[in-house]
């Protein structure tokens, strides 16, 4: 089971980045997806999840509005839109495939909002 991020880096407040989650070694289609955060000091925390079809979502009130999460199937990848982001957005953003008390995890990538 591989989950591998990408497209992090630097942006200045109120810029945009989009994170990719490939996976590998599993049934993608069937696992809930899920991105999480956990900034310096800080426990980790949900940020956003989507259905294993695609149609529902969840975002934590801290991002509703400003960040889309989104999946393609036939890809095996999960994707994190994330606009207007604030330094508050400072973080390690990492990938989850949840089914039942399954959880895999992604290494993670970090996100730096500074001028």
């Known amino acids: 089971v591989l989950l591998v991020e990408s497209g992090g880096g630097l942006v200045q407040p109120g810029g945009s980045l989009r994170l990719s989650c490939l996976a590998s070694?599993?049934?993608?289609?069937?696992?809930?997806m899920s991105w999480y955060r956990q900034a310096p000091g800080k426990e980790r925390e949900l940020v956003a999840t989507?259905?294993?079809?695609?149609?529902?979502?969840y975002y934590a009130d801290t991002v509703k509005g400003r960040f889309t999460i989104s999946r393609v199937n036939t890809k095996n990848t999960v994707y994190f839109q994330m606009n207007s982001l604030q330094p508050e957005g400072t973080a390690v953003y990492y990938c989850?495939?949840?089914?039942?008390?399954?959880?895999?995890w992604g290494q993670g990538t970090q996100v730096t909002v500074s001028s």
């Open positions: 070694g599993f049934t993608f289609s069937s696992y809930v």
């Open positions: 989507v259905s294993s079809d695609g149609w529902t979502t």
């Open positions: 989850k495939a949840g089914k039942g008390s399954i959880a895999y």
